[in-house]
């Protein structure tokens, strides 16, 4: 009897994840969102490299904000010879030089070109409330009156918020984005639910001015790869809350083939296990990929190994449809639904691949990753 039950027993702790995960999704966004009278100043920092998929459209999603208060867009980048810097120039002739403004500074602090780029830039940051958008990110036009609300909790030091992408150009894309909806997005939900913040997301992260001198400023980041979880990490270290907004920024993916986004993929597995190496490890356990391929080894029978898997992938594709539908509204399933399986399985192998490496490329630059998640440049 207990070998007939074995199978089922292994797909337990992932399918009992993906239970977990819808409860948490639902919980979140049932609660109504903070609506505060102030519009407080902010300034958002954008470190630029190169072209994204839509460069202007998405830096002109910032100058059309639906918000009261005032905004100063400070781009940061490291030679004035960089492509983007025409489409930044537009933006000053449309918008208005007093409010798009332009940093070039080639002064590298760290192995983080990205962070060298922000601390270039900070001192002319006008505004205490500093938003670190990424470059290919675009956001909806009341996008500033929700992350500014949470601020209106003096605890809250830093807000971050989830990113999707509802437009993928390919099949390889179309991995990244479902990961986004199938397994980025449900983690950090049961994170929060279950202990709270103690990261931000790379994607949108506001915090006070206040809060990011506590942790010694972006100088404090220059030598890591994640500067993403890192501010969140410090600040929540530093005493500071750490608040999800739950308005969608898009991440705007543009076509590119499947081993250019597995090696990204790579790089942030083998990133999050050097910074949390603990919870990373212990991460494996909710796969279900290992589940499904656990079953199909202890069942004493095929037909008794095909109930365990296709139980748990009814449950979880039921879970993952009910999360691009529901919560994240990405419009990517059904259309995309026989891709999760296939990208459950290259998760899994991220996973255990990330465990036999500490090198890492990034933006044409190659990394060694040291424990912690500081990082230095090989030649």
Same mark, same amino acid.
């Given at each position: 009897?207990?070998?007939?039950?074995?199978?089922?027993?292994?797909?337990?702790?992932?399918?009992?994840?993906?239970?977990?995960?819808?409860?948490?999704?639902?919980?979140?966004?049932?609660?109504?969102?903070?609506?505060?009278?102030?519009?407080?100043?902010?300034? &958002?920092?954008?470190?630029?490299?190169?072209?994204?998929?839509?460069?202007?459209?998405?830096?002109?999603?910032?100058?059309?904000?639906?918000?009261?208060?005032?905004?100063?867009?400070?781009?940061?980048?490291?030679?004035?010879?960089?492509?983007?810097?025409?489409? &930044?120039?537009?933006?000053?002739?449309?918008?208005?030089?007093?409010?798009?403004?332009?940093? &070039?500074?080639?002064?590298?602090?760290?192995?983080?070109?990205?962070?060298?780029?922000? &601390?270039?830039?900070?001192?002319?940051?006008?505004?205490?409330?500093?938003?670190?958008?990424?470059?290919?990110?675009?956001?909806?036009?009341?996008?500033?009156?929700? =992350?500014?609300? @949470?601020?209106?909790?003096?605890?809250?030091?830093?807000?971050?918020?989830?990113?999707?992408?509802?437009?993928?150009?390919?099949?390889?894309?179309?991995?990244?984005?479902?990961?986004?909806?199938?397994? +980025?997005?449900?983690? =950090?939900?049961?994170?929060?639910?279950?202990?709270?913040?103690?990261?931000?997301?790379?994607?949108?992260?506001?915090?006070?001015?206040?809060?990011?001198?506590?942790?010694?400023?972006?100088?404090?980041?220059?030598?890591?790869?994640?500067?993403?979880?890192?501010?969140?990490?410090?600040?929540?270290?530093?005493?500071?809350?750490?608040?999800?907004?739950?308005?969608?920024?898009?991440?705007?993916?543009?076509?590119?083939?499947?081993?250019?986004? %597995?090696?990204?993929?790579?790089?942030?597995?083998?990133?999050?296990?050097?910074? @949390?190496?603990?919870?990373?490890?212990?991460?494996? +356990?909710?796969?279900?990929?290992?589940?499904?391929?656990?079953?199909?080894?202890?069942?004493?029978?095929?037909?008794?190994?095909?109930?365990?898997?296709?139980?748990?992938?009814?449950? @979880? %594709?039921?879970?993952?449809?009910?999360?691009?539908?529901?919560?994240?509204?990405?419009?990517? %399933?059904?259309?995309?639904?026989?891709?999760?399986?296939?990208?459950?399985?290259?998760?899994?192998?991220?996973?255990?691949?990330?465990?036999?490496?500490?090198?890492?490329?990034?933006?044409?630059?190659?990394?060694?990753?040291?424990?912690?998640?500081?990082?230095?440049?090989?030649?």
């Amino acid at each position: 009897m207990l070998r007939s039950l074995l199978p089922f027993i292994v797909v337990l702790p992932s399918l009992a994840y993906s239970l977990i995960a819808f409860v948490c999704a639902r919980r979140f966004f049932s609660v109504p969102p903070p609506r505060s009278p102030e519009a407080p100043a902010v300034t &958002i920092l954008k470190p630029v490299k190169g072209m994204d998929a839509g460069s202007y459209e998405n830096f002109a999603s910032f100058c059309r904000q639906e918000y009261d208060g005032e905004v100063q867009l400070l781009f940061a980048a490291a030679s004035a010879d960089d492509p983007v810097i025409p489409v &930044i120039q537009r933006l000053r002739e449309e918008f208005g030089g007093n409010r798009v403004a332009l940093v &070039i500074n080639p002064a590298i602090h760290g192995p983080n070109y990205k962070v060298s780029n922000l &601390i270039n830039a900070f001192p002319h940051a006008r505004h205490d409330i500093i938003i670190v958008c990424d470059s290919d990110i675009r956001v909806p036009p009341d996008y500033l009156k929700s =992350v500014t609300a @949470r601020f209106s909790d003096p605890r809250v030091g830093l807000v971050t918020s989830l990113y999707r992408s509802s437009s993928v150009p390919t099949i390889a894309t179309a991995i990244e984005a479902t990961g986004f909806t199938a397994e +980025m997005i449900p983690n =950090v939900l049961v994170a929060l639910q279950l202990e709270g913040l103690s990261f931000a997301l790379g994607a949108s992260m506001a915090v006070r001015r206040e809060a990011l001198a506590s942790i010694g400023g972006f100088e404090a980041l220059a030598d890591y790869l994640a500067d993403d979880y890192q501010l969140g990490n410090k600040v929540h270290r530093a005493g500071w809350r750490i608040a999800l907004d739950g308005t969608f920024v898009e991440s705007m993916l543009k076509a590119e083939d499947v081993v250019t986004v %597995l090696a990204r993929q790579l790089r942030w597995a083998r990133t999050m296990r050097a910074s @949390r190496p603990g919870g990373y490890l212990a991460s494996g +356990m909710t796969l279900p990929f290992p589940g499904a391929l656990l079953a199909a080894f202890v069942a004493p029978s095929f037909p008794l190994a095909l109930a365990a898997i296709a139980l748990l992938y009814c449950v @979880r %594709l039921a879970v993952t449809t009910a999360f691009s539908r529901r919560f994240v509204r990405d419009n990517l %399933l059904p259309a995309w639904l026989w891709l999760i399986p296939l990208r459950d399985m290259l998760g899994f192998f991220t996973w255990a691949l990330s465990f036999l490496g500490n090198r890492v490329e990034w933006r044409g630059s190659r990394f060694r990753l040291r424990p912690g998640g500081k990082i230095e440049e090989l030649a």
